[in-house]
């Protein structure tokens, strides 16, 4: 074994680490996306983000890589259908996590209402043709990167196609419900959790390492050096993009806005990542500091002047700091290879490379849109692009995936949680015998027939509870989950070797609303439920009701409370 | 410095890298067992997925180690107490980290009502002994490697063992309480985080790159191009099982189930250990779709006709797919080393192959059966495998561990989350004068002499009003965290730049009843705790009860009121 | 190209995998930090691991780094303001992550109280100044590393320094509110989220490979040899740390305690840093164990005896293990290099370089007391150090980054969290014509004429309801998350195929007490928005209220209803 096969083995190992980390944005992206929408469609979409990685890498190993790869023409590359890419295979695996970084973009833009059977069909299209093809442009051979394009990482092969075809898509599919208001002024609509947004921030800087850093595709022949300088300017963007930010939310919103702020690293990242590997650190943090202004302004003028909802300001961050960061490799290139060449306009290296970065950011722009709306108006026109109206208010996890909560714990929907022992299935009951006595007018003078019992109980005897009251013909309760405070001081604990104050404890309260069923017997059927001997056991209250009304049948006092 | 010692140098980077990755994966198998299963036992299952991990470290440095790599004995390794690896530092930590994965993969199956003791000490015993035993016939030179079974990475030898112990300990264990309906019907106990379990599913997907593609343990002399291959092949099984899945699911239960699904991504990676470097990609892709099956069928069968509670589905994923994808070595092998060399079926190779493969899985499900069920049998008779029935429908963080909740903001049992200022120790208060009038039975006709007092108020003042109630006589109070939605019209706040609607604002819904301590006195002591003059001070509402009853002694009215 | 430029290409890449993993440390902080605090605070704790990164990043390239390595002064580097570093931009990457672990250490002791503003700045002069300074000393050239101190990956120049600066900081700060009883005993308040915490811990173990492997800054010459020993020893030590915390948590608090063992983890890990290189495992275990004592001693002392709160145990894991780790160099370091040399005291090497490591500890310690004394006295005194007592009792996310929740969804703040469809902007509503009778005196005699409506209806159709009974003089509304249990059983839905339980359904309770507008306006109001003629149009109750009081103004009845 000589210095040549060393020498590969070396470059091998380095592309291979950046196909592990370029796969690993895929989680990244999962909870940049998820944190930032709400919780009622967080199965939905991360359901999308693993299926566009799913679907992309078989569909990108039949056609995709051939298009890209298989040839040198101008335009494409070829048809070699299940490629061995020459049995080149890192560069297959490389290539397979970029391509699906490409189509990951597009699900945060038009989160919250896409279908998705739509969201699989226009995901298998990027990556078997649409991302392959400007790809081959770049860096497949083709006229661009004959002109001299440089796009070292892929600022337009992949974040700005990314970001233009979720242009296009947030676009066509419109804002969601209440994104709006009548006279059509954005509103926020908060994600459900920010942390997890923020990690996913922090695992795609971590893994921008391998996107940018790993592109060097070797690290002999001084490529070691290239790949070094691409740490330091891809970290140095990401973080003067981050301030610049932070510093432009406080000026203009008074304070320092946290999930903003979270997008302006990741405009830093997409915007150095044409250009990381031909500019000094100062250029690093010039395009840096541009790219935080272009990502607050341009998200506001998107979601504010033309009200186009993007939910996590993917073509914000993606598409415009994309096309951003392109165009200044032609302003701040100092470097080529190692060499210092002064190619950028403001090293005087004139015009003409600004011009092909233009150029080329121009076409595939044209390219990925004209090609995106056809697809998604083929995807409207047959099978349909958005959720119905009820299922976007609903969240897209229940109907879209039969899910009832992406976290059933905390906004619990089935009865599970409460942890019951083994509890009798709901029996049909007969139903109770109707009074004959006329029902009353809502009037407060009219003598109260009806009653509401309220139990205080212990949160494991629901399940058993509402089997019980279900037995005696109580079919309509209210549960609300509350804390009690009262005698049952629990025993110590400690945390952290620090006495935990125990005075408060989760108790359930339900609410029933009785008329044929006589109050006594709910109470005797509690009591023989909740009996334990201890204290805790729970309390029952009992108040009079001046009148109900079942919306439905729109039937008052007691017919409203009777099951048909 | 030569040739050889540069390659040393190379490969030794490429087992720490490894290493590392797997090592990550600790923190996939947190994510997933605890985002699979119920709040209520978050704590523990971080605990036992850091403790197994933190037991396993040391016992296999003194035992494990040697009985697994110590010596060439057909049926173990040797003795080899406080190893050194005879220097191979490297060889130690990456041995390491795969025992570890083995005996992690076992708690998802026993989650939710095993005792922690008993946790840690089967997992001590799997470190020490079970894996390295048939660790030892696959990969230290025992009796299966000289029989030629081949398991690159580790299906039978780390998955496979996992797997069957877990089957082991969940059919030892039984069912949580609920699982199963009287007449034997499963049913669904959804975990409380899908997000976090799928972070999980990235986090394993991502470290599975440094299990399979690492475990060349070089990159020299052509082992670059096996690691290539063995990443092309891992992800490409793994996106194929991910859809097979998906579709399964969304054939059978008419939609694409999430959580089923995400477990299909684990499916496929656990079935294309023993066989990445050997199989083409298109027999990656046929192994990924038939460890879909394997799993969506095997989860149901174990779940609805072995009544085996599984509840993150760590059998069906590690143990049938770890043995599915061990046998299909035998029918796709293509390759040895980087040649084409066709052993298996379908090659051409014929049944020798497949049945060494068959041969070694079938031993090494029977050696861990066998030893696992001797180990938990051990262990059911001594110290006890299972909580008690209460401790199990509390949740184990609470008995096991001490903790209230792993999620306190959320799930609230403690005060401390309402931050007050320094608050009063709560007093021990003279029990009020008992009324002498006697006490009225349950009527609607019985003027009230119980009230209720509803207290809308700030979050901030719940404990100081907590602590002033206590001391007037107040004992039993009920808190409530609602919305509230009033003049209140908060500042304009900004959320990515747009404003956010600020009329609902959090608030605390506290209820008292009361019959000894006068109304008012209860009025005065509100509007003193929570006077500020401010908007949002909040209101006091009064109601009149009809009855009280307190469960555990039954009494009623006035007494059911009273403290003893 | 030879062996030599083969030899930098190795051993940059090992660097630059380094730089990767330290970085990512910071996701591994931020979640820890997040995850042991409050839910009020986690988006402002999430800013302030994200800005001092990005602060510290261009600081230490315009002045950190030249203070550290430009120049070999005893005391301080040199000048060299936007360094390049030689052109060794590996070293420079790798420095400033570094550089950045110890500044994002200081956030965790002072979280939940801190001005952001202040945080900035202090987070700044770390990276500026106090850092690189006594990094200089250690690794720089500087007397302690002339004098032969041995921190290999910085125990003392990385960890030390953030803890003792978190230590100044926590003192200044003061303890949160209601972290200490009137009488002085410590009060637990536990974080938010365990399993968040618990990731980063996960996170920062991974990572640490990187932080102690890479060190080596090669592979090659040998040092693949030391970078594996490391790996073992740094993965034991952090196992045995664990292991001592859970048995010590379990004796003295009766139950392992998972977040302190947690802390266990990275107690191990900052101990085992600095002799990482030069101590066998069996040194590295007894590493472990002592740190185990420290952290959960340490922690103890600090919280209960010193009083001061520290929330996430940064000085206790940082500072305290980070000191004892140092010391122990000189008590366990077995080798140098990888020659066995025995220079620890218990092999016999005498006194001397444990005395050595004393001096460079307590040196260090006084290095970054006493400048950060200062830097915190001036902050305080100019722009203040810590918000107002309301802002950390709202939490500081809403006062100091406009967020009103991080968790949207789940602690719920803004309506838009209902999805409402394209719903009318809150009108400006005449206010009521006011009754002229005379309001009566609270008491049960008098006929009520105020009523409770309660509506219970579906989520969805809150933000419709809650403007049309705006509209008709309804502006006081309390609304509760609810689960509805009814005649309403949902379509089966799977999980993981098995059925749904699906009786319980989740439902909004809004409580409006009406006295000048007429009940049957809210009822007829209620109807037409909520009707839609399918099961789940929800109910309306009616209840006569006694009394109500506004707090703000003490008005009673009628009046306390109307707004001004």
């Not at 083709?142 to 990314?162: C, E, K, N, Y």
């Not at 392109?326 to 011009?355: D, K, Q």
């Not at 013909?473 to 549960?479: E, K, L, N, P, S």
Request: glycine share 12%; hydrophobic share 50%; with cysteine.
């Amino acid at each position: 074994m000589g210095i040549a096969e060393l020498s590969t083995a070396i470059n091998t190992g380095w592309i291979l680490l950046g196909a592990a980390l370029v796969f690993f944005m895929q989680a990244g992206f999962a909870m940049v996306e998820t944190g930032f929408t709400r919780a009622k469609n967080a199965g939905n979409i991360i359901m999308k983000n693993l299926m566009d990685f799913c679907l992309g890498t078989p569909i990108f190993w039949i056609f995709g890589f051939g298009f890209m790869f298989g040839g040198t023409g101008k335009l494409f590359g070829g048809l070699d259908l299940f490629t061995s890419a020459g049995g080149d295979w890192a560069t297959l695996i490389f290539q397979t996590v970029f391509c699906a970084t490409a189509s990951t973009i597009v699900s945060g833009a038009m989160a919250e209402r896409t279908k998705f059977s739509a969201y699989c069909i226009y995901s298998m299209v990027i990556s078997a043709f649409i991302y392959p093809i400007s790809g081959h442009w770049i860096w497949g051979g083709g006229w661009l990167s004959q002109l001299g394009f440089h796009d070292f990482a892929g600022s337009t092969a992949v974040h700005m196609v990314g970001g233009v075809a979720a242009l296009i898509g947030a676009a066509t599919l419109g804002p969601r419900l209440g994104k709006y208001s009548k006279d059509g002024k954005a509103r926020a609509i908060p994600g459900h959790s920010l942390t997890l947004g923020a990690l996913g921030v922090f695992i795609l800087w971590f893994c921008w390492f391998g996107f940018n850093g790993c592109s060097t595709v070797a690290l002999t022949d001084g490529a070691w050096e290239t790949a070094a300088r691409v740490f330091v300017t891809t970290n140095l963007a990401a973080a003067m993009a981050t301030v610049t930010v932070m510093c432009i939310t406080w000026l203009r919103y008074k304070k320092p806005d946290v999930s903003m702020t979270l997008n302006g690293s990741l405009a830093g990242l997409v915007a150095i990542t044409a250009g990381c590997d031909v500019v000094s650190p100062a250029g690093a943090a010039a395009i840096g500091i541009i790219s935080g202004f272009v990502v607050v302004f341009g998200i506001e003028f998107l979601d504010q002047k033309l009200k186009i909802d993007d939910p996590v300001g993917a073509v914000g961050v993606h598409g415009m700091c994309g096309a951003v960061g392109s165009l200044l490799v032609g302003v701040f290139a100092l470097y080529s290879g190692n060499e210092i060449t002064r190619e950028g306009l403001i090293y005087g290296g004139g015009f003409r490379f600004l011009g092909i970065q233009a150029l080329g950011v121009v076409c595939v722009i044209a390219w990925v849109a004209v090609t995106m709306t056809i697809v998604f108006q083929i995807i409207k026109h047959t099978i349909g692009l958005r959720v119905t109206k009820e299922e976007e208010l609903m969240g897209l996890d229940r109907p879209e995936h039969g899910l009832t909560s992406a976290y059933a714990d905390f906004m619990p929907a089935v009865p599970t949680i409460l942890g019951a022992g083994v509890p009798a299935p709901v029996k049909e009951v007969p139903a109770p015998i109707k009074s004959e006595s006329p029902i009353p007018a809502a009037s407060q003078d009219t003598p109260s027939e009806m009653h509401k019992v309220v139990i205080i109980a212990n949160p494991s005897r629901f399940e058993s509870l509402k089997n019980a009251l279900n037995e005696i013909g109580v079919t309509g309760i209210t549960m609300t989950h509350v804390m009690g405070c009262g005698q049952q001081k629990g025993a110590s604990e400690y945390y952290r070797g620090a006495p935990v104050d125990m005075t408060l404890l989760p108790k359930i309260k339900m609410e029933i609303v009785v008329s044929a069923v006589p109050v006594e017997k709910v109470v005797e059927t509690a009591k023989q439920v909740l009996y334990t001997g201890h204290i805790g056991d729970g309390k029952i209250f009992i108040y009079d009701v001046s009148e109900v009304v079942k919306i439905r049948t729109g039937e008052r006092g007691f017919d409203a409370l009777q099951d048909e």
